[in-house]
C-alpha cells in the first residue's frame, strides 16, 4: 500500500474535510525548498511550510548543531531545572527582540503562545487587585486554536461550533490611513464601557487574513493609545517573527513597542516545535511575590526541550548571517518586481508584498475553501510548485534559501495558472 493509501486507515488531518477531501500527498523528502512526493515527483515549497522552515529543509548547519545537542541532553524538566542551550537562548533572543523585552517564558506552540501571553495578561492586573476581563482585537485577525487564541480571533471559519464558549472581546477595524481616527474614537468608548486587560495583534501583517497588509505608523497610533490608557499589549509574532518583513521582527518597524510578544514556526526553522511568549520586566515584577498563589502557573511538558533550543540557536545565528540578510534583501525585491509585472493581470486585484510575503487578490468571491481554491492548489502542484491559496489569495513566502532560478519558476508558475483558470 501507498502513504496516500495507509493514511486513510487512521489518520486525522487538521483543517480538513475528509469526506470531501480524503487524499493526502505522501511526501517521502525534503531538502532545502524540495518537497519529494513518494512517486519521485518534486515540488518547490514556496510557503516554508506554514512560514516554518525559512532556511529549508534538512539544513545542515541546524541538523548538525541539534545532532550534537542530542548527544548531550535531550530532554528535562524546566520547573526546578535550567540548561545551557535555554539560557544561551534567552541571551541571543533579548539581543534581537525590542529593546523593551527582557523575560523569556517557553511554550509548545503558536497557539499556545498566545494563550501564555492572554494567560499573563489577565493575571497582570489581577496580582495588582485589578479585574479586568475583556480583550480587545483585530477585525479577521487569527491568533491559534486554543480557546484564549480562539477568542481573540476573528475568523468564523475556525471558531463556529465554540462560539458560545468564548471569551469576552471587543473588535476594531484594522487601521488605514482613513479611519485611524474613528478607531481611536471607538477605542475611547470601549475602554470607557469596559474592563480592559489587553490588546492583541498581528503586526503590520494579518496572515489568515488573507496576508493583508497594515502601515506601521497607523499601528503605531493604536497601540499609543493603549500605552496611555495602561493596558497592556500583545505582539503576535508568530507568523511575522524572524526576518519575514524584512527586519527580525515586524515590531521593530513601529515606534510603540508591545508589552508582550508571543512567537514560534520560524523559531526553530521547522525542525522541532518549540513557541516563546517574550514580555517586559515590568510584567514580570508582579507575579513576584512571597505568595505562591501570584506565580504564572502556567506549564508545558516539554518547555524548553534542549533540542528546541539548540535548533532556535542555530536559526537565529542564520539568521543574523551577511548571506541569509543579502537572501532575504534579494527575494523582497524580486517580489516586488514581480508584483510590478502581475498587477495589471486580469484577474488580479490588488498586489502587495513585505519582507518576503507578497500576496496576490484575484477576481472573485470564493470562500477560503472551494472549488477555487482546490483547482489552484492542484494547478500548482502539477506544475510542481506548493502554493496554498487562502481563498481567493495567492501567496508566496519561500525559504530565505530559494535561489533565483526557483523563485521565477514560482513566479512563472502563478502567471500561467492565472493565464488559464
Request: hydrophobic share 40%.
Amino acid at each position: 500500500m501507498t502513504l496516500q493509501e495507509r493514511d486513510k486507515q487512521h489518520l486525522w488531518h487538521p483543517l480538513k474535510q475528509h469526506q470531501t477531501h480524503p487524499d493526502s500527498l505522501g511526501i517521502v523528502k525534503a531538502k532545502g525548498c524540495i518537497l519529494t512526493d513518494e512517486n519521485g515527483n518534486e515540488y518547490i515549497d514556496a510557503i516554508s511550510s506554514w512560514y516554518t522552515c525559512m532556511f529549508g529543509h534538512c539544513n545542515d548547519f541546524i541538523t548538525n548543531k541539534v545532532y550534537k545537542q542530542m548527544q548531550t541532553l535531550d530532554q528535562i524538566m524546566f520547573s526546578d531545572f535550567t540548561h545551557e542551550p535555554a539560557v544561551a537562548l534567552s541571551e541571543e533572543l533579548i539581543k534581537i527582540l525590542p529593546k523593551n523585552q527582557n523575560r523569556i517564558f517557553f511554550n509548545d506552540n503558536g497557539s499556545t503562545a498566545v494563550e501564555a501571553g492572554i494567560k499573563m495578561a489577565l493575571q497582570y492586573y489581577f496580582n495588582k487587585g485589578e479585574k479586568r476581563n475583556t480583550f480587545v482585537a483585530f477585525e479577521n485577525g487569527f491568533h491559534g486554536d486554543t480557546f484564549g487564541a480562539m477568542s481573540v480571533s476573528g475568523l468564523s471559519v475556525y471558531n463556529g461550533p465554540f462560539e458560545d464558549f468564548l471569551m469576552d472581546i471587543k473588535r476594531i477595524p484594522v487601521p488605514n490611513e482613513n479611519n485611524n481616527q474613528e478607531i481611536l474614537t471607538l477605542l475611547k468608548q470601549i475602554v470607557s464601557e469596559n474592563s480592559i486587560a489587553g490588546f492583541i495583534y498581528e503586526p503590520l501583517v494579518q496572515g489568515a487574513a488573507g496576508m493583508k497588509i497594515h502601515k506601521a505608523e497607523d499601528l503605531d497610533s493604536v497601540l499609543q493609545f493603549f500605552k496611555n490608557n495602561d493596558i497592556l499589549t500583545i505582539a503576535d509574532e508568530v507568523m511575522t517573527g524572524f526576518g519575514k518583513t524584512g527586519n527580525n521582527f515586524a515590531s521593530d518597524e513601529i515606534a510603540t513597542k508591545p508589552d508582550i510578544i508571543c512567537l514560534s514556526k520560524a523559531l526553530t526553522a521547522g525542525l522541532v516545535p518549540m513557541a516563546i511568549t517574550s514580555c517586559t520586566e515590568d510584567i514580570y515584577n508582579e507575579f513576584l511575590s512571597n505568595d505562591i498563589a501570584k506565580g504564572f502557573f502556567h506549564c508545558h511538558t516539554y518547555s524548553a526541550n534542549p533540542i528546541a533550543c539548540s535548533a532556535a540557536l542555530a536559526s537565529i545565528e542564520l539568521l543574523q548571517s551577511d548571506e541569509i540578510q543579502k537572501n532575504i534583501q534579494r527575494i523582497s525585491k524580486a517580489h516586488q518586481d514581480f508584483s510590478n509585472q502581475i498587477a495589471n493581470h486580469v484577474k488580479v486585484t490588488e498586489v502587495r508584498s513585505k519582507g518576503v510575503i507578497l500576496a496576490i487578490d484575484l477576481k472573485t468571491n470564493a470562500g477560503r475553501y472551494g472549488t477555487l481554491r482546490d483547482q489552484l492548489l492542484k494547478s500548482f502542484m502539477d506544475k510542481g510548485v506548493f502554493l496554498r491559496p487562502l481563498g481567493n489569495t495567492i501567496y508566496i513566502q519561500p525559504p530565505y534559501v530559494i535561489t533565483e532560478q526557483q523563485l521565477q519558476k514560482v513566479y512563472t508558475t502563478i502567471k500561467e495558472v492565472l493565464d488559464t483558470f
